[in-house]
């Protein structure tokens, strides 16, 4: 399928990450969310750089939506790296407290070090980064154990940099999600769209669901015992193997709504990301290097 890939706005970019760089500076603790579905499409290329040396804690959201077993796996593949993961479910309130006990802990390494030095203890500072849609301000709220910053299932509700109060040891920094400038990992941007962790306007719905339905087919191969029977075959009665992407959104379209393949391509989308056909990573450990 021809279309232009997938890019998002470099000016939007551009002043959303020169009004974090201008709060990082006060920042103490980086406090970074990704999608446990797509954890390295959704690693900014910029973080290193951005963390230097302040506490970083990796959290990947979305437990929920990925099996037990490969939620295990890649715990164990960060833990190689020497990173410390933690899973959440934001929605939920899942892994909450393990978040806050490292918080704290961070908390109490940075005031000791502000006390040897003379000075007084005061709050951490600490910011909430990633990319968009991947559960950042539900993180927050659940973190407040209230409801103060807007969130729902949709890149870009997070507008503005807002500091909140989490406790007399926290203060939390509720980012917009931040993308790469240039997205020029196009088979990681087609995961970014399939995941809904970026904004609908920068991608084509047809291209974007025949990606999934190709994804769905490679994963029953490389990953059988994830996908013992396709998720598409039992949900919708039509068997992926012998079609391209492309071809069974067209045959799907034309069973279900007419030919319609815009109205199919958002509905396959939606019943992934819903978690209506299971729950399925995109990517897997053991295919960090070579993509699945």
């Not at 806050?100 to 940075?110: H, N, P």
């Not at 719905?205 to 075959?233: C, D, F, H, M, N």
């Not at 199919?264 to 053991?286: Q, S």
């Amino acid at each position: 399928m021809t279309s232009p890939p997938i890019q998002w706005y470099p000016g939007h970019i551009a002043k959303a990450e020169k009004a974090l760089l201008d709060q990082l500076k006060r920042v103490d603790l980086i406090l970074e969310v990704r999608d446990f579905r797509i954890p390295l499409a959704t690693a900014h290329p910029k973080l290193p750089q951005w963390i230097g040396n302040k506490a970083h804690l990796l959290i990947l959201n979305r437990m929920d939506m990925v099996p037990a077993a490969v939620q295990t796996q890649w715990l164990q593949w960060f833990e190689q790296q020497n990173i410390s993961a933690y899973p959440t479910d934001a929605k939920q309130g899942k892994g909450i407290p393990a978040i806050l006990q490292a918080v704290q802990t961070v908390s109490v390494g940075i005031n000791q070090r502000r006390q040897q030095r003379g000075m007084l203890p005061r709050p951490v500072r600490a910011v909430v980064i990633g990319f968009p849609n991947v559960g950042k301000s539900a993180l927050i709220n659940r973190l407040l154990k209230r409801r103060v910053v807007e969130s729902a299932r949709r890149p870009g509700v997070t507008r503005q940099l807002r500091w909140v109060r989490v406790s007399d040891q926290i203060e939390l920094l509720d980012a917009p999600g931040i993308l790469p400038a240039a997205l020029r990992d196009q088979d990681a941007a087609l995961n970014l769209a399939i995941c809904d962790d970026i904004g609908e306007a920068a991608y084509d719905y047809q291209r974007v669901a025949a990606a999934l339905v190709e994804r769905l087919k490679r994963l029953q191969i490389t990953a059988p015992a994830l996908l013992p029977q396709s998720p598409l075959g039992s949900r919708y009665g039509l068997e992926p193997e012998t079609l391209t992407g492309e071809d069974y959104v067209a045959q799907l379209a034309h069973d279900r709504h007419h030919g319609d393949r815009e109205r199919t391509a958002k509905e396959l989308l939606n019943d992934f990301r819903k978690g209506v056909l299971g729950r399925i990573p995109l990517e897997l450990p053991d295919a960090c290097q070579k993509g699945l």
